[in-house]
Each structure stands twice: as C-alpha cells, then as structure tokens.
C-alpha cells in the first residue's frame, strides 16, 4: 500500500503530486507571508524552496539527506504560502508528501499513533495516568530531574512544561450525562482535543450553541486522524476518517432530515482536516461519494458561532470576558489559512466587546505550535511564539481568541511566559459567557 496520495484535490482540480508542485512558479510572494522563512532567511524555509525540493526528489534528483529533512520538517503546514500564492500552490499537501517519501516519522512512532488513536480507550487510559502523574506534580519532577532527557524523552519533557492542564474527567465522559430526547438541530463531534485537554472549551461549546441554535446530539466517533496522517500513516487516517463518516452516517439516519444538519468540530485543525477527507478518499471508491457528504456538513464551531451570536439580537455586549479590558483574535492556521474562515470570529467579537475588540497586528501568523512542532523545534517554535507574544502585548490585549487546540497550548504557554497579564481563551468560552452559560473549568 503506498505511503503517498499520489493525488492532490487543488484548486485547479485533482492533480499529481507533481503537477501541482509544478504549479509553482518561484515568484516568491509566499517567503514574506512563510514564518519559517522570516525567521530564518533560508531559501529551503520557504514554501517555494520546499516545493522545488519535493519536486526534485520525484524527479530522481535529490535523495534523503540531514538538511532535506530539516527542509520538510521545519514547515508548520499553517497553509499561510498558499493564502499568499496566486496559483494556490497547496504546499503544505506538498510538504506532508515528501515527508512521507522520506519515511521521516520513525516507524515505532507512526505504529503507537496507529495504537492508540485505533483505541480511544486505551488512549483514554493512558492520557488519565499521564494527568494523575501531572497533577501530583511526579511528571514535573521527571522533567526537572533530567530523567526525561536521558532516557531519549527529551520531547516528552517539552511536552509536559507546555500543556498546562490534567483534567481528570474527559469531555464525552461529561456530555454523556447532558443526552436530550429532543430532535437535535445540530451535531457535535468531540474531537481529540477539547475531549482530552480543554473539556471545558466542548462544554462551551455545548452551551453556547444550544442556547443560540436549538439541541445538540453528540456523535460518537474515534480520532478524526489528524495526527496520523500528518505523522505519515495513511492508511491509519483513512481507517479513522471512515469510522467518523459511518458513525455520522448512522447518526444522520436517525434523525429525519439529519443528513442536513451541522457537523460542529470546535479545534480548527480538525475541522480542516474533516473537510478535506474528500482528498484523504480520493481514490477509494466506495468512500468516495459519503466522504464528499460528510465534509459538506463539518462547520467549524467558530462559523456556526458567528451564525448567531453576531446575528440580529446579539448576546448583551457586557460579557464578563471583557470586563478586565482588550480582547483580541489570533487566526488559528487551519482555521484561516485551511478554511478561509477569517471575518467570522471578528464579526462575533465585534458584537460582544464594541470596542473592546482590537485587531491584532499579524493575526494571521503562525504561533508555533502546530501540533507537536513545538516539542519537536522548541528553539525555532519560540522564536515564532515571541512574536506573537509581543504583538498581543503592543495592543495592550487582556484576552486572546483563538479556535484550534495547538494554538490554545501555544499561546497559554507564551503568555505565562511573556505575558502573564492576558488570558488565552477559546471563541466558544466567550460566547457562552454572553449568553449568560457560563462553562465549567476543568477541575
């Protein structure tokens, strides 16, 4: 079974991997908007360096070496190249392509992906002996000890010092006790994030759209497979993507006219991912046509949120959030870059603060997490998350927005770190708090 696509869905339609990294034309407005480049100044940090790379590998001429890794690997797939490309070049496609033509994920890694996103509840298990670890403060003192670092660890170490908090119960455990008999007029999906780090951003979400939409049902579902397939199994995202397509298909079945209704995902990056599992399915035929209907619902929660609370009648504009001063929105990548959703939350933050709302300068750049970059390339992935940091402090901000898991990570960390007078919260926290629901915190 192949490691690659073979096949991207571009926007001037279904082309090799080839042909579109020939779509690139080398003019070079993507290296002002590529945060690696900026950073760096390197031509291979750039989206048009890395395409032409990928393009010379499958041409025959350029093998795997140190520094074609580091080319590939440094990429944030944030996606902002291609906003920035008058072709819209899909480079971070291009990018994950030769990454998986470089086997550069280690095999044990792409196998314990595979294991436990296949098994929530092992996944589940594991994740709660991990927080039981945190939360009594063990995790820190392996971290601080060196214990990490000499067992080959070391990004586990990162890992810990970045994500802040252990819940001790998970998100569809807590919505499980919320089922309504009531015809739903939305679904949600519970996502990998939300349901196992931020509880209270899904309870939010929850809260907030019932009271703006009407009732909720929860699908059931695995891992989108976000994560495996941009740590190079293929066939482990396609395995995981037609589950959540079958256990929507079952639910839409139950429902007159459920077919119709809103899949809500409230991590951005999971989102896009949904949304492209047309690409992920291209060439299997059977799966082809539901997974065209299923990306055809997903809506990023921060859509269905501008939907209504920045419609007539908005929630009251003296929301709690913005008693303490400035709030400000950070574009999540896959959000804007993957989604092209980009007035929506502003629209939203507009309604609720007036002025409060303040723009915040390069908004649309990257922070560094992306995933596990930030554990993966600290140094690099600090640089960018220091920017960010300053720019949210040249407004004065006391609350960030923002819509994707990694990015909450990211800026919760940075803001700790560089900032600690502003708070990172998500979209749908403070929209239930406008509309008087205020959502729970994780204990």
């Known amino acids: 079974m192949s490691r690659t696509l ?13 042909d579109a990294a020939s779509q690139c034309s080398r003019c070079g407005y993507c290296e002002t908007a590529c945060p690696t480049y900026v950073a760096t100044g390197r031509e291979s940090r750039s989206g048009r360096g890395r395409n032409q790379l990928v393009r010379q590998m499958l041409e025959g001429r350029i093998a795997g070496s140190p520094d074609l890794q ?26 994950l392509e030769g990454r998986r033509m470089l086997g550069t994920a280690p095999r044990w890694v792409e196998m314990l992906l595979s294991f436990l996103f296949q098994r929530p509840s092992l996944l589940a298990r594991t994740l709660k002996v991990a927080f039981i670890f945190k939360r009594l403060g063990l995790a820190w003192l392996a971290r601080k000890s060196g214990i990490l670092d000499l067992l080959g660890l070391k ?49 939010a979400t929850v809260k907030a759209l019932t009271a703006l939409r009407g009732p909720v049902r929860l699908l059931e579902s695995p891992c989108c497979g976000l994560v495996c397939y941009n740590y190079g199994d293929i066939e482990a995202s396609r395995e995981l993507a037609r589950r959540v397509i079958l256990h929507w298909g079952r639910a839409a079945a139950e429902v007159e006219g459920g077919g119709d209704l809103p899949v809500v995902v409230d991590c951005s990056s999971c989102a896009a991912h949904m949304k492209s599992y047309p690409q ?24 269905l949120l ?87 402090a040249s407004v004065h901000a006391r609350v960030v927005a923002a819509s994707a898991t990694s990015c909450l990570i990211q800026l919760a960390h940075g803001l700790k770190k560089y900032y600690p007078e502003a708070e990172v919260r998500h979209l749908s926290e403070i929209v239930a708090d406008a509309v008087g629901e205020e959502p729970e915190r994780n204990p």
């Not at 073979?6 to 080839?18: A, F, H, M, P, Q």
């Not at 723009?359 to 992935?381: K, N, R, V, Y």
Request: net charge negative.
């Open 306 to 392: 501008a939907e209504h609370a920045a419609g007539e009648g908005p929630p009251s504009p003296k929301a709690r959030s913005f008693s303490a001063g400035i709030v400000t929105w950070h574009d999540s990548c896959r959000c804007r870059h993957g989604q092209g959703i980009v007035d929506a939350p502003r629209k939203v933050l507009k309604a609720l603060a007036g002025e409060g709302f303040v723009e915040l300068p390069e908004s649309d750049s990257c922070c560094g997490g992306a995933g596990a970059f930030s554990f993966s390339h600290p140094d690099l992935s600090d640089a960018l998350l220091r920017r960010k940091i300053g720019s949210v």
């Open 70 to 95: 580091g080319a590939l690997n440094t990429c944030l797939l944030c996606g902002a190249c291609t906003s920035a490309c008058y072709a819209r070049v899909p480079t971070p496609d291009i990018v």
């Open 280 to 303: 992920l399915l291209l060439e299997d035929a059977a799966w082809s046509e539901p997974s065209r209907r299923f990306a055809g619902r997903v809506k990023d929660a921060v859509e």
């Open 155 to 203: 990004w586990l170490a990162a890992a810990d010092a970045h994500v802040g908090e252990a819940p001790s119960e998970f998100l569809v455990e807590r919505l499980r006790t919320m089922r309504s008999s009531e015809m739903p007029a939305w679904f949600y999906l519970a996502s990998c994030g939300p349901n196992y780090l931020y509880p209270r951003v899904g309870l």
């Open 6 to 18: 073979g096949r991207l869905v571009t926007d001037l339609g279904e082309r090799s991997t080839y």
